[in-house]
C-alpha cells in the first residue's frame, strides 16, 4: 500500500532564503507525482506535475525533483517570500486511472 | 475563464437533513472527484468518476452518494447517514496527462 509522507509537518523560514520541502513514498512505482499549494480555506493550486520518466520540473522560483529509487521528491523553493507561506501538499499517483495519495502536507511559515 | 466551480462556499446542515454541494467544471475532463480534508487527516476520498454515467467508491463513501448524469457535473450528497459530515469538501478533475485539479471547497458545518 502506497504510504505519502511529509517531514517536517511545519517549517518557519525568514524571507529571502531558499528552502527544500521533502516528500517520502514507499512504492516506487509510480505514474506520476505532483505537488499543491493550499492557502487556508481554499482550495488545491496545482505547482508542478513530474512524470514518472522525468527527474525534474520547474515554473519560477520552484524545481521539483524527482528520484522513483529512493521513493523521494523535493520541492524547492528560491528567494523565498511571504506570499509563500502556505500548505505544501504532494501526492502520487501508481497508475493512469489510478487514485492519487496524499501527504499530509508541510505548513510553510516565510518570517518577514 | 476555465475552471471548476464549487457551491455554496459555506453549507449549513441539521441533524438528520440531506445535503447536496455543487460541483461543476468546464475544463471537458472526463475524471471528477470528491475528496473530505479534515485537521490533522490529510485528503480522503470519497467518490470518483472517470466517465459519464458511471462512479466508484473511494475510501470513505459510506453515508455520501453521487450522479454524473453530465460531464461538467459531479454533485456530492451527504446524507443524514453520515455521522461526522463537519468539515471541508473539495472537488476536483483531472487532465488527459494525469495532473488533478481542484475547486474552492465547500466548508460543511452540522449544526
Known amino acids: 500500500k502506497q504510504e505519502v509522507t511529509q517531514i517536517p509537518a511545519a517549517l518557519s523560514v525568514p524571507e529571502g532564503e531558499n528552502l527544500v520541502l521533502n516528500c517520502s513514498f514507499t512504492?516506487?512505482?509510480?505514474?506520476?507525482l505532483q505537488w499543491f499549494r493550499q492557502d487556508p480555506g481554499k482550495g488545491l493550486t496545482s505547482l508542478l506535475l513530474i512524470q514518472s520518466s522525468q527527474r525534474e520540473q520547474t515554473s519560477g522560483r520552484l524545481n521539483a525533483s524527482l528520484d522513483k529509487s529512493s521513493g523521494r521528491s523535493t520541492l524547492y523553493i528560491a528567494a523565498s517570500q511571504p506570499g509563500d507561506s502556505a500548505t505544501y501538499l504532494c501526492?502520487?499517483?501508481?497508475?493512469?486511472?489510478?487514485?492519487?495519495?496524499f501527504g499530509k502536507g508541510t505548513r510553510l511559515h516565510i518570517l518577514p | 475563464d476555465g475552471g471548476i466551480t464549487q457551491s455554496p462556499k459555506y453549507l449549513f446542515r441539521k441533524e438528520g437533513q440531506n445535503v447536496t454541494l455543487s460541483c461543476e467544471q468546464n475544463l471537458n475532463h472526463d475524471a471528477m472527484y470528491w475528496y473530505r480534508q479534515d485537521p490533522g487527516q490529510g485528503l480522503r476520498l470519497i467518490y470518483y468518476s472517470q466517465i459519464v454515467n458511471d462512479f466508484q467508491k473511494g475510501d470513505i463513501a459510506e453515508g455520501y452518494s453521487v450522479s454524473r448524469e453530465k460531464k461538467e457535473s459531479f454533485p456530492l450528497t451527504v446524507t443524514s447517514a453520515q455521522k461526522n459530515p463537519t468539515a471541508f469538501y473539495l472537488c476536483?478533475?483531472?487532465?488527459?496527462?494525469?495532473?488533478?485539479?481542484f475547486g474552492p471547497g465547500t466548508r460543511l458545518t452540522v449544526l
Open positions: 512504492d516506487s512505482a509510480i505514474y506520476n
Open positions: 501526492a502520487v499517483r501508481r497508475g493512469r486511472d489510478d487514485k492519487i495519495i
Open positions: 476536483a478533475s483531472k487532465t488527459g496527462g494525469n495532473e488533478q485539479f
